[in-house]
């Protein structure tokens, strides 16, 4: 139950590697056309080593990140959700 001053939680939910930057690996690539189409959403950042990341084989069978949730929608694959984003929020000015 939520109180008078909790926020809703954003819908759309994006798991990454630690990588501290935006610029090195798929995940980034994921966040930047996430904030060049404006869309809220929360980072989750899991361990380097694939077998720490329970939750995200628990979500899709494999290990992998980035993986993107959108309310029921489950995408991974940097490609995938780039194309999803594009398609759903509308075209990137990339």
Known sequence: MSGPGDAPRPR?????CPTP???L??????ARKLRRLGIEHRTERV??????RPEITELTGQSR????IDGEEVIHD???IREYLEWRYGEARD
């Open 12 to 16: 759309v939910v994006l798991y990454r």
């Open 21 to 23: 930057t935006d610029f």
């Open 25 to 30: 690996c798929p995940c980034g690539a994921v």
């Open 47 to 52: 361990p380097y080593r694939r077998r720490d």
């Open 65 to 68: 990140v980035p993986l993107l």
């Open 78 to 80: 940097s490609r995938r």
